[in-house]
Nanobody, 123 residues
Framework: QVQLVESGGGSVQDGGSLRLSCAAS??????VGWFRRAPATDREFVAA????????RYSDSVQGRFTISRNGFAKMVNLQMNNLKIDDTAVYYC??????????????????WGQGTQVTVSS
C-alpha cells in the first residue's frame, strides 16, 4: 500500500503561482498523477509522470503552465503551477498507479490517492 500526502495548496490571485508537493511512503515503482476536482464537478486529470521521470503528460487546460517533476526514485513529486487562472480552483489530488500506463489520464489506472489540497485562485 502507498500512502500519499499533498501539500502546498493555498489562495493566490489570477496569474500567480503555487507549487504543490506529494509525499509518499514509496514512489519508486509507481506512476504518479495529479487530478483535481472543482465543486460540483467530476475529478479530472491534470498531469502525470512515469516512474523514472522520463515521460510526462498534461491536460490541454494546463499545458504550458504546469510542470510535474520527480526524481526517478524520490518520495516527492511536485507540481509547479504558473499563471494560475480562476478555473484552476479545485482540490488537487496526488495519485499513484502501476508503473507502465498506456493512458496516464485514465483515473482507473491509479490505485492510491491522497486526501487532497485546496487551491483557490481569485481575481
Amino acid at each position: 500500500q502507498v500512502q500519499l500526502v499533498e501539500s502546498g495548496g493555498g489562495s493566490v490571485q489570477d496569474g500567480g503561482s503555487l507549487r504543490l508537493s506529494c509525499a509518499a511512503s514509496r514512489f519508486d515503482d509507481y506512476t504518479v498523477g495529479w487530478f483535481r476536482r472543482a465543486p460540483a464537478t467530476d475529478r479530472e486529470f491534470v498531469a502525470a509522470v512515469d516512474r523514472n521521470g522520463r515521460t510526462t503528460r498534461y491536460s490541454d487546460s494546463v499545458q504550458g503552465r504546469f510542470t510535474i517533476s520527480r526524481n526517478g526514485f524520490a518520495k516527492m513529486v511536485n507540481l509547479q503551477m504558473n499563471n494560475l487562472k480562476i478555473d484552476d480552483t479545485a482540490v488537487y489530488y496526488c495519485a499513484a498507479g502501476r508503473p507502465y500506463l498506456g493512458n496516464y489520464g485514465y483515473i482507473g489506472n491509479y490505485d492510491y490517492w491522497g486526501q487532497g489540497t485546496q487551491v483557490t485562485v481569485s481575481s
